[in-house]
């Protein structure tokens, strides 16, 4: 099955700094790639999403980039701010397809110190 | 246009007893999924149900665990017998389609067993 590594597991920046987010999947059939913000204690926000026929996608300070081949995807968020402090989930999916789970990464915590 | 309700938030349960979760997924949303959350870990799939349909459950454990979406009502996750190792967060998502597999997550249900 699928298996979604995510890397740094702790990440620490300066409000203002940029933060980056590696995952790489295994299943060369994934197409469908969300991102997740989950804050202590709620559950997981979907933030941005990308699907295979495209390599980037931007959402005012959020981008995420798919390189098909490397089979890795990236979230970079530009001036962070001590609100963007959070964990934050890869995941990928086959969509459509027979059951649509989505597979996750172990997640990063983003700490953005003011 | 409430997003997907979970309840309880909170759930303390002795060994031996039961457990249920209660799911009621976006307005229009026919497709839940649940996933299960140990500490530090990332969401784990457990199941894929549509109104009366179980899709997929290759995520959830053979014994003790079972799940229901009914024609009428939430989608409920049923653990029987608990035991200490069932303590986790537990999370629904629901989907307006199977194209799309757009997953919108609900705050959770944290299980505690003593």
């Known amino acids: 099955g699928e298996n979604v590594e995510q890397h740094p597991s702790t990440l620490s920046v300066q409000e203002g700094d940029s933060a980056v987010i590696k995952c790489t999947y295994s299943?060369?059939?994934?197409?469908?790639f969300p991102w997740y913000k989950q804050e202590l204690g709620k559950g997981p926000q979907l933030i941005i999403d990308?699907?295979?026929?495209?390599g980037e996608k931007k959402d005012q300070r959020i981008a995420v980039t798919l390189n098909k081949t490397a089979k890795h995807f990236s979230l970079h968020i530009t001036e962070t701010q001590p609100e963007d402090s959070a964990v934050y989930f890869c995941?990928?999916?086959?969509?459509?397809?027979?059951?649509?789970?989505?597979?996750f990464g172990k997640g990063t915590l983003l700490t953005v110190n003011p | 246009n409430a997003g997907v309700m979970q309840n309880p938030r909170h759930l303390v349960r002795r060994r031996g007893q039961e457990a249920r979760l209660r799911c009621s997924p976006m307005?229009?949303?026919?497709?839940v999924y649940w996933y299960r959350q140990l500490p530090e870990e990332g969401l784990k799939f457990m199941v894929y149900?549509?109104?009366?349909?179980?899709?997929?459950e290759s995520g959830m454990p053979k014994e003790r665990f079972s799940a229901e979406f009914p024609k009428e009502g939430p989608s409920i996750l049923r653990i029987q017998q608990v035991v200490r190792g069932d303590s986790a967060a537990y999370f629904c998502?629901?989907?307006?389609?199977?194209?799309?597999?757009?997953?919108?997550f609900g705050a959770g249900t944290r299980l505690s067993v003593l």
């Open positions: 299943d060369s059939a994934s197409n469908y």
């Open positions: 995941a990928a999916s086959i969509s459509p397809g027979s059951n649509y789970k989505l597979t």
């Open positions: 998502a629901s989907s307006p389609d199977r194209v799309s597999n757009i997953q919108y």
């Open positions: 149900l549509q109104k009366e349909n179980i899709i997929d």
């Open positions: 307005k229009g949303h026919s497709h």
């Open positions: 990308i699907r295979s026929n495209v």
